[in-house]
Every structure is written in C-alpha cells, then in structure tokens.
Nanobody, 115 residues
Framework: QVQLVESGGGLVQPGGSLRLSCAASGISSRINAMGWYRQAPGKQLELVARITIAGSTNYADSVKGRFTIFRDNARNAVYLQMNILKPEDTAVYFC?????????WGQGTQVTVSS
C-alpha cells in the first residue's frame, strides 16, 4: 500500500528557509519520477519541482533559483530545500510521483511565510 508522508513545514519569516521531507513506502524513488506540489488558498494545485529517475530536475518559474529538489534513494525519500521564502510561497505542500497518482496524495505539510 502506497504511503507518502510529508513533514518539515512551519511558520517562517520572509527570506527564511525550510527543508521539506517526503517519506515514501509502497513505491520506490529509484523507479519513479517524483515531484513536489503545492496548493495555496483559492488557487489550483501547482507543480513546484520534479526530479526524474535519472536525476534531472525542473522547477516552476516562480521558485527557480530558490528551491532545490533532491532525493535519497537509500532512504526512499525526496526533499525540497526552500530558501529566500516569500509570502506567495504560503501553501500546503505535497509530494507525489510525476505525473501524480490521484490515490496516493498524503496529508501535506503547511508552509506559512509571514512577518
């Protein structure tokens, strides 16, 4: 049974940093492309970053240069390092495969960027 557990969110000031973690079970990070997604209040779900099986990465224009996605296959985990956070980064963040599978969404982790 697939389980994706996100953690690491919290309340930070603009310009601050957070590292989000995604612990996966029932799927392998070695044979799946993975992504981080977010949903802000009143907005559609957005793909923030993705990493292929080979390790190449892609980012939404809004986070390029500030966010980094990486994985640890030995731990079957995916991470999102977020730097220079802005208020518009406020959202619930989710991990999933890329493309996402609808049955695999976890609870997400809340990121709030505010003074």
């Amino acid at each position: 049974q697939v389980q994706l557990v996100e953690s690491g969110g919290g309340l930070v000031q603009p310009g601050g940093s957070l590292r989000l973690s995604c612990a996966a079970s029932g799927i392998s990070s070695r044979i799946n492309a993975m992504g981080w997604y977010r949903q802000a209040p009143g907005k559609q779900l957005e793909l923030v970053a993705r990493i292929t099986i080979a390790g190449s990465t892609n980012y939404a224009d809004s986070v390029k240069g500030r966010f980094t996605i990486f994985r640890d296959n030995a731990r079957n985990a995916v991470y999102l390092q977020m730097n220079i956070l802005k208020p518009e980064d406020t959202a619930v963040y989710f991990c999933n495969t890329y493309p996402a599978r609808g049955s695999d969404w976890g609870q997400g982790t809340q990121v709030t960027v505010s003074s």
